[in-house]
T-cell receptor, first 113, second 115 residues
Framework: GNSVTQMEGPVTLSEEAFLTINCTYT??????LFWYVQYPGEGLQLLLK?????DKGSNKGFEATYRKETTSFHLEKGSVQVSDSAVYFC????????????FGKGMKLTVNP | DTAVSQTPKYLVTQMGNDKSIKCEQN?????MYWYKQDSKKFLKIMFS???????INETVPNRFSPKSPDKAHLNLHINSLELGDSAVYFC??????????????FGPGTRLTVT
């Protein structure tokens, strides 16, 4: 079946550090890929997405590129801020079109000043 | 304006009780979902409704019963609560719009604690 594997953390970084969160997927067909973010005490929010191979999603300084050859969608940010402290989820949508999202286990990021 | 709202935010109850969680979205979306997030933050879909019809029903005990009175509301009723039901339950909705597949809007969550 479809699945997502991502770094679990937790990870602690200093402000302005470089961030990479690895995400790989297994899917039949061609899923869309997503990063969702959950700030403390809140629900998940869509951070960025990519719908086909080589697409790059970007938002709020975060980027991720859909790599079909390595089945990956790693999240990167060049300089993190304290306000980026959150749990980050990689997800894929069911290529069968059911609108079902399959999430990775989430990675908690803490950024210290 | 709150896009996806849930009530209550916190729910503490004893084993064996029956409880409901309500969800409402004012985004005009056709599809709504219930997710369960465990203590390790793992998020798993439970149910999905499209325009009041059940379209996804994962392997969930039949003590859990979703009800959608209209496409803006999806409630979750849980019978005979067990300790293992303690979790945060999230409601979400999504538009059925080409190019926006997979975009889901989440409520703030309901933290259920069963004692």
């Amino acid at each position: 079946g479809n699945s997502v594997t991502q770094m679990e953390g937790p990870v602690t970084l200093s402000e302005e550090a470089f961030l990479t969160i690895n995400c790989t997927y297994t899917a039949t067909g061609y899923p869309s890929l997503f990063w969702y973010v959950q700030y403390p005490g809140e629900g998940l929010q869509l951070l960025l997405k990519a719908t086909k191979a080589d697409d790059k999603g970007s938002n709020k300084g975060f980027e991720a590129t859909y790599r079909k050859e390595t089945t990956s969608f790693h999240l990167e940010k060049g300089s993190v801020q304290v306000s980026d402290s959150a749990v980050y989820f990689c997800a894929l949508s069911d290529p069968g079109g059911s609108e079902k999202l399959v999430f990775g286990k989430g990675m908690k990021l803490t950024v210290n000043p | 304006d709150t896009a996806v709202s849930q009530t209550p935010k916190y729910l503490v109850t004893q084993m064996g009780n029956d409880k409901s969680i309500k969800c409402e979205q004012n985004l005009g979306h056709d599809t709504m979902y219930w997710y369960k997030q465990d203590s390790k933050k793992f998020l798993k879909i439970m149910f999905s409704y499209n325009n009041k019809e059940l379209i996804i029903n994962e392997t969930v005990p039949n003590r859990f019963s979703p009800k959608s009175p209209d496409k803006a509301h999806l409630n979750l009723h849980i019978n005979s609560l067990e300790l293992g039901d303690s979790a945060v339950y999230f409601c979400a909705s999504s538009p059925q719009t080409s190019g926006r597949e997979g975009e889901q809007y989440f409520g703030p969550g309901t933290r259920l604690t069963v004692t």
